[in-house]
């Protein structure tokens, strides 16, 4: 607007004074023609005649009408431009009155947006750190998924069979039979009491192989023996609450069915991380877990027909296998804390089968792979297994992520001479 209304002002000027200049001359040249036409009617009616000079009169009076007559044409001309001029100046200053227009409403828009963009960044911000909290939070509550803790499993399976091999190759046992063939037996109050707490974990059937079987030459049956003792406390130690109270552990155990029959599976999962971890902040110092593993050698050997008293065979498995007694707690505690308060999302449980259960295919693995006899009774179990529970649609669903391995009566001959119950023999 201001570039047209620039440039039409002067061509408007120009033209006016040019007018005006023209009207003049037209003005001048008439007077001077009437005083020229008089002068001339006057000579002749005085003289009769024309002279040279007024010849060059009239010859100049004529080139001046001519002149004008040009100037007059350019007047039309230019007075067609300007009105052009004026038509084009009012275009466009319509155009710019309504591109300003269009500016401030762009303006407005502008300012509306920015405004929103503010307040959206403002809520993705607060979004952003609500979903950071969130993730923080489900960080918190499931760090490790179920093949994490499927690691962990066949970690302490594996500790568990190197240390019930260097356990059994670690003592000498005499032999059971005299020259008659007559077995040995220990019948005094102290062996009773052995027989008893050995019979708690392993079961009467294997209780009764591992005294009457010599290990003077194989200890193959006090390996199983080791083994198997040391599943079920391990399988005991992951799944525990308190580690102490029996009766504690129950009340804890009794609330959380009732937490899962009730609440969806966040709610339930979170319960239970939660109460595990401040649970285990009550106990006093560190557990003394290492105690029942001793407890379990100690039972196994003094079974098995090694002569010694429990008090100083107690004393010396403690001191000598210190190291991998330390290991067996370090890594049934950490699969403690993995199935307690690290994993919400779902339900992870570690699995053996007690002796004396009958076999099940759909739940366990004998380790022999043989044929098991209809209705036939686990032995023992020699390495744990891992199941993951769901709750769908109020429903709660149990998947085996690992079966657990278990030795049958049928094929326990057989383990035997393969010497597959635990792996290469270590001397210590």
Known sequence: MSTAATTSAPNTSSIFVYRISILAMTVALGYLAKAFKRSKGASKKSTGGSSPVKEDARDRVEGLAQEIEGLQQRLRAMEGELAE???????????????????????????????????????????????ADAHARLRAEDRLTDQAVLVLVQALNTEIKETAAFLADSFEFEEKKDGGGVVVAADSEEMVEVYERATEILGHQLVDILRVSDHHHDPAVVRLAFQSGMIEYARWMSASWFFEDPEDEQLLADIYQRVRSAQDQVAAGRWRALTHAHVQELINGEPELGDYFVDAFVNVLLTAGFKSSSAALHALVSQRFADRISALVRLALGLNKAVGSEVTACELKT??????VTFDAETMIDIVDGVAQP??????????????????????????????????????????????????????
Do not use: F, M, N, Y
């Open 375 to 428: 209705g036939e009774a686990v032995l023992c179990t020699c390495e744990l297994g891992l199941s993951r529970s769901d709750k769908v649609d109020g429903a709660w669903t149990r998947t085996i992520l690992l079966k657990p391995k278990v030795v049958l009566p049928s094929g326990l001959e057989e383990l035997l001479a393969q010497g597959e119950s635990t792996p290469t023999k270590t001397k210590a």
């Open 85 to 131: 001029a004026r038509e084009t100046k009012r275009v466009l200053e319509e155009a710019v009155t309504q591109r300003e227009g269009q500016a401030r409403e762009l303006i407005a828009e502008k300012t509306r947006v920015e405004t929103e963009h503010r307040d959206t960044l403002d809520l993705l911000a607060t979004k952003t750190a609500d979903l």
């Open 351 to 356: 699995l053996s089968a007690a002796p004396g």
